[in-house]
């Protein structure tokens, strides 16, 4: 109840007041089949990452994440949640229906993520999962280009993969996606236990790569000093609820 009561409701998928095109289940077993097609590639190339120290504290960090997340949605309760590190797999992590998040394990080694950082990006990507974002990009494909064009989920995710000016468009719902992940993801951290403001250093890394890059165009993310401070609203929001619930904690 204490976390809840600060995460949004979801969006209906595809936007705020459009219904999902697809069926829930269809639309989840296409991108678990994309999930399942880049582990695949990344064991044909060799690219699964063996450092068995760095696959042993990611492990760990997403069993106490998995764990927040099934506190913070209890539909997620019973969920097995993995994460594979893929090297150079050319995104800091990327979650997918099936509780599976694939993370760039030449990422965390640039920044040197610490747990407490490493869970705060788990949380985030988590985050997307609960809210159903998934489902979302794949109902706007639908009314985008139309159904009768895109008859399947899986039609609809080929062809938003195909062309980046669909991401273009796309570019509007997914800023408010992001924005919902980061108060989601938060929320979950603050669940795990595991250190907020430690955590939020992950921003001050992100805020120092952006100094060195114009950013991709097509990035929907806010800046990371924005979301630093939306991410230490809402902790800052739980701890008042919790001294609320219980005053020994003031």
Avoid at 145 to 168: C, N
Wanted: with cysteine; hydrophobic share 50%; net charge negative.
């Amino acid at each position: 109840m204490l976390v809840c009561g600060v995460c949004f409701p979801q969006v209906p998928a595809g936007g705020p007041g459009t219904a999902a095109a697809y069926p829930e289940s269809e639309a989840a077993a296409a991108w678990r089949g994309l999930a399942a097609s880049y582990v695949r590639k990344a064991r044909r190339d060799h690219a699964l990452d063996q450092d068995p120290i760095l696959n042993a504290r990611v492990d760990r960090v997403m069993a106490a994440v998995g764990a927040a997340a099934g506190a913070v949605d209890p539909r997620f309760a019973e969920s097995a949640w993995r994460a594979i590190l893929i090297d150079d797999f050319g995104h800091g992590a990327v979650a997918f229906p099936g509780q599976t998040i694939l993370i760039d394990a030449k990422f965390v080694r640039k920044l040197a993520l610490s747990d407490d950082e490493l869970a705060l990006m788990l949380c985030h990507e988590a985050a997307h999962l609960l809210a159903g974002h998934a489902s979302d990009k794949l109902s706007f494909m639908a009314e985008f280009v139309g159904k009768d064009r895109l008859p399947t989920a899986r039609a609809a995710l080929l062809e938003f993969l195909a062309q980046d000016s669909y991401a273009a468009a796309f570019k509007p719902i997914a800023q408010i996606q992001e924005r919902e992940a980061d108060t989601i993801g938060a929320a979950i951290l603050f669940v795990t236990g595991y250190d907020p403001e430690r955590a939020m250093g992950l921003f001050d890394k992100l805020a120092q790569l952006e100094a060195r890059s114009d950013g991709p165009a097509l990035d929907p993310h806010d800046t990371a000093a924005a979301r630093k401070r939306a991410v230490a609203g809402v902790v800052a929001d739980l701890r008042r609820r919790q001294a609320d619930l219980d005053p020994s904690r003031r």
